[in-house]
Structure formats: C-alpha cells, structure tokens
C-alpha cells in the first residue's frame, strides 16, 4: 500500500492555529511512548484535558490534537525522560518557525515566567527528530541521537547545544506578489513547472505541489514551455488561493485522491459551514482520524506479509521433511536385500571371510548373483548376525516412518489450507489475521500452541455467514479452528459439509437442518467450496458433499483435519460463487 500524506508546512500551520488557542496555556500531566518512533503527551487546561500525538518516523512524521489514548507505553526510557523534565511545568508558548515543518512547545512554572524547557520536533522525512532541551538550549533527551558519521552537517545528541535545522532555500510565499513577477522567477527555471514551483518558493511539499497544479488544470505537470497565458493566470489563480486559505480559520482537510488538503478554493468556501470554533479541533482530529486509520492499515498489510512469509517457509520445511520420510521408507526394501545376503552368506560357511573386501554369491534357487561387502575382520557367521541385525532396524523402523510421514502430511495439508484461506481473505481484516496466527503457533511454537490448546480458547468463533438462494444458512470456515467449529460445534443432523476434493480448501456447511434443501442450495455450497479452494482459478472443480454426521475427528490431528465415509461428488465452478458473495452476505 502506498504511504500516507506527509504533514507538510500548510497542514501544520493549520493545526497550529486550531490548537494554541485551544491549548494555550496548560499545565503538563503524561508523557507516553505507544511506539518506539511516536509520543503522546497529555495536558490539563482550564476547561478540558487535551492530548497530543508526535510522531517522527519517516514515512508517518505528524504532530496534532488526539483523542484519549488508552494508557500505554509510560514506561519507556525517553517518557521517563520527559515525565521527569517537565513535571509540574506549563505549556506556554507553541510556535511554527516561519516555512518550516518545525514545532516548539515551551514550558515554565507558569505564564509570563522564562522558559524552563522546550520541546522541538522536526518533522523532515526521514530526518525526522524530537528533542528536549534545557534553559540553556542544551539537549536533556533526544528520539534519535545523530552521530558523525550520519551526518556531517549535524551531529547531535545528549548534552549538546541544539542547533536548528539548515535553513530551506528559495523566496517565501507572498500573498500580495502580482503575477508577471511571479511568472517570471519561475520561468528562470529551465524545469516543469512542478519542480520550478518547488526550486523557487519555500513549503511546498510534493502533495501541496500536485494540488496547485491538479486545481489549476495542469495535473500532468508540463514543462514551462508548453503554458500559454491561460495556463498561467489559473496557476496564479490557484496560489493565491493558497495563500489566502492560509490566512483563514482552519477547517476540516478535504479528500484529496489518497490524502487531503488542508487548503480550500473560493468556490469550496460555503456560508452554511460551520466556523472553526462551533466544532473544536475538527481539523487536528479528521487529521488523527486519517493518520491512525492508515497506520492500522499499514501494520495489517506488514502483519499478511509476515505471515506470507511464515507459511512459505513452514510450508517448503514441512515438504523437505515430507520427501526426506519418503526417501527413508523407499529404503525400507533394502530389508528384504539384507535377509537375503544374511541367508546367502550362512549357506557359504565353507568360504573363509578372513581377509576378503567382497564375495559374490550364488543364489541357489536360480536368482542373480549377489556381491557383498564383508569386514575383512569378521567371520562369515559373524558378518550375517550384522546383516539380520540391520534388517531388523529397517523392519522396526517402516512403522515409525510411517507414522512421520501421515505427520508430516496433515501439517502440510493445515499450512497450505492456511495458506490458501490467507490469499483469499480481506488483509484489512485484523480478526482474521489473528486467526490465522493462532493457527500458526502449533508450527512456530510448539509448546506454546499446546499450552494454548490445553486451554478454552477466548471468544467464539465468526466463520462467515451467508444465505443459499433458499434461505437456508450457509457456514464457510476461514481458519482451521472456524473449520472445526462449523464441521463439529454448530453441526446438526441433517446438515450437508462441503469441500473441495483432495485439495486446501474450506469447509462449508450447509444448514439443512433449518429446512429442506433445493437443488440450487446444493449448487450454491458447491461453488462456495470450489471458490475457496485451492483450485479456484479452475473452471470446473470436484467437491466431496457428506452428511455432517460421516465426519470423524483424526484422533491426534489439529483442528480442521476430518474424515468421513462415502460422499457424493458434485462439481462447483469457482465464478459462479463470485456474484453470489455479496448478495448472499447477511
């Protein structure tokens, strides 16, 4: 997925104007650390209590108004810090240096008192940074300790005297700037326009940049060449609209593709809006709002590609191990090999062994000769013991293999049915995803999924529910445990079970036992069978349809593995579930 809409200079100096008013002054409570590259701070002013959220990680560096927080992460290294450095100390001053994605928060005993400490973050991309300084301007406590050799321009960290970031070039914004001057410092620039806009004026960020452009009809970004008069005077027109909005009460951001913009046109100005101070920080908390909701996102999809991970790893070790099972039982024939040499040599006791590497023998009931290693130390009596003994090994062991290889098999059929339930689930749906990791912990951690199994397992199960063309309730398992809920848990006589045959898939159980079911309930659970299987790109695909009463739990198997007797076979068509889906959904 894409990342989220940095805070550019426009945006913070709205949320600044929405907040100080709001904000100013207020006497210091909490200090949190929810994330390792993310901080929540909570104030008490006269009226209300107000927590703020900052955040210097690269591609999420933000600074705005929250809703209460849950309590988290007081007990990290740098919250000790400040909760220590600003204890009984008051926010009294927050300011924005001119056209720049900086925030100062300064705090004394109380108003009109000089500042005792000072709270900065730099709110710079992947230079991002937060520090605490003293009266001296000395750092007390930094995010990130920037030593030498990451920057030469910049060190700095713990004890050092703060020194602010290089300062941005090109000319500041001006409201007031007519058009020709204007044109003509960006038509220096032998550069499309964007990147002239950008090279000439100081905060435009990349997001700000395609908005002036997109508003004025110039989204594909021509090179200055290509602008005829028009072109220019509705650029200028939309600038200065820009700049304007800047000087206006902050409202709420307005969508903008994936993002929003925190600046408003003339014609998006209406007189039914409401002003800023009948909803109070509405801007600061449609921004926490959009940033926490991509955040969760963004952890969803890091979680699925973890997991992807994890399936195919376990999946391609349990395959190796399932060859490596197969390999020692197709040696198992060399059993009957080694009776029969044992047998050969015991019938040559008048060779003497001594002293001999190899002998060929003769098989006596006309089979091919044989040639067998010997230990020149041993005598032939003695090297056919060995030969029984090895044979018995390989007796004993075919048991053991087998029962490693129906091990190794069930666990690759639960991680590829994993696998496959994980491909075709919603990875904006975290229960889901956690359900899928839980049925992942047998295989990662052993111990503990069976500390887990051993207990009642939290919450009930939510397989998806939907509706045959009937009415009769149809129940799609999208985990193992789902699986073994629907198959065994919510069964009843008279319920039909579905999947796809001899392949990963889900179970689906039909609710016959709600009503009598019609020719198209049976069509419709065999195409939800086939469409969540492993064979869903096939046209046509086999799904065993069983009485729930035929299944049977395989004593010893994790949930999800059944079998059963008999069956009938009918045939589903993937395609055919997919415009059922979302009219079927309750």
Not at 47 to 73: C, M, Y
Not at 94 to 108: D, I, S, T
Not at 202 to 225: F, I, K, V, Y
Request: hydrophobic share 35%; charged share 25%; with cysteine.
């Amino acid at each position: 997925m894409g990342g989220m809409q940095a805070q550019d200079t426009t945006t913070l100096r709205a949320v600044v104007a929405e907040l100080a008013p709001l904000l100013l002054p207020a006497r210091f409570e909490k200090a949190q650390q929810p994330r390792p590259q993310a901080l929540q701070l909570g104030f008490r002013t006269s009226g209300s209590r107000l927590w703020l959220e900052l955040s210097w990680q690269a591609d999420d560096a933000r600074s705005h108004a929250i809703p209460p927080p849950p309590r988290q992460g007081e007990g990290s290294t740098l919250a000790r810090q400040l909760q220590h450095g600003l204890s009984g100390l008051a926010l009294v001053s927050l300011e924005q240096p001119p056209w720049e994605r900086v925030l100062r928060f300064g705090f004394a005993p109380r108003p009109g008192e000089p500042l005792q400490r000072q709270l900065l973050i730099e709110l710079m991309g992947r230079h991002s940074n937060l520090f605490l300084l003293d009266e001296q301007q000395l750092v007390i406590a930094a995010a990130r300790q920037v030593r030498g050799h990451q920057s030469r321009w910049r060190p700095i960290g713990t004890g050092d005297p703060y020194s602010p970031p290089p300062a941005l070039d090109g000319a500041i914004p001006d409201l007031q700037e007519p058009l020709a001057p204007w044109r003509q410092r960006l038509s220096l620039r032998a550069e499309p326009i964007g990147r002239a806009l950008q090279q000439s004026y100081r905060g435009l960020s990349p997001s700000l940049r395609d908005q002036l452009l997109e508003t004025a009809g110039l989204g594909h970004n021509p090179a200055l060449t290509e602008l005829n008069d028009d072109d220019w005077s509705r650029l200028h027109v939309s600038w200065r609209a820009w700049l304007a909005s800047l000087e206006q009460p902050p409202a709420p951001p307005l969508p903008w593709r994936d993002g929003y913009r925190c600046w408003r046109l003339p014609s998006e100005t209406t007189p039914s809006e409401p002003p800023a101070a009948a909803t109070p920080l509405a801007l600061n908390l449609a921004l926490a709002e959009r940033y926490e909701r991509h955040r969760r996102q963004r952890e969803l999809h890091q979680r699925w590609h973890r997991l992807s991970q994890t399936l195919e790893r376990l999946i391609e070790r349990e395959r190796q191990e399932l060859e490596r099972q197969r390999q020692l039982l197709s040696r198992a024939d060399d059993e009957a090999l080694l009776q029969r040499q044992a047998d050969l040599l015991l019938c040559r006791e008048d060779v003497n062994s001594l002293g001999h590497r190899q002998l060929q023998l003769h098989d006596p009931a006309g089979g091919p000769p044989l040639t067998v290693d010997l230990d020149p130390r041993l005598t032939l009596v003695a090297q056919a013991q060995k030969l029984y003994q090895r044979a018995r090994r390989w007796r004993r062991s075919v048991t053991a293999v087998g029962e490693r290889l129906d091990h190794h098999h069930q666990r690759l059929q639960l991680l590829e049915t994993s696998q496959l339930q994980q491909q075709l689930a919603d990875p904006d749906d975290p229960e889901v995803l956690a359900a899928l990791e839980d049925d992942l912990r047998p295989f990662t951690d052993p111990d503990g999924g069976d500390r887990r199994r051993d207990r009642s397992p939290s919450g009930e199960p939510r397989p998806l529910a939907l509706t045959s063309p009937g009415g009769l309730r149809l129940l799609v398992g999208r985990n193992h445990r789902q699986n073994d809920w629907i198959s065994f848990r919510q069964a009843r006589r008279g319920d039909l079970w579905f999947h796809a045959q001899e392949q990963p898939g889900s179970h689906v159980v039909l609710k016959g036992s709600e009503g009598t079911p019609e020719e198209a309930d049976l069509a419709a659970a065999a195409h939800l069978a086939a469409h969540f299987s492993r064979s869903r790109g096939s046209s046509h695909v086999p799904v065993v349809m069983v009485p729930v009463e035929q299944l049977q739990r395989i004593p010893g198997a994790p949930a999800g593995l059944v079998r059963h007797g008999g069956g009938q076979v009918l045939w589903g068509e993937p395609d055919r579930a997919r415009p059922l889906l979302p009219t079927l959904a309750p």
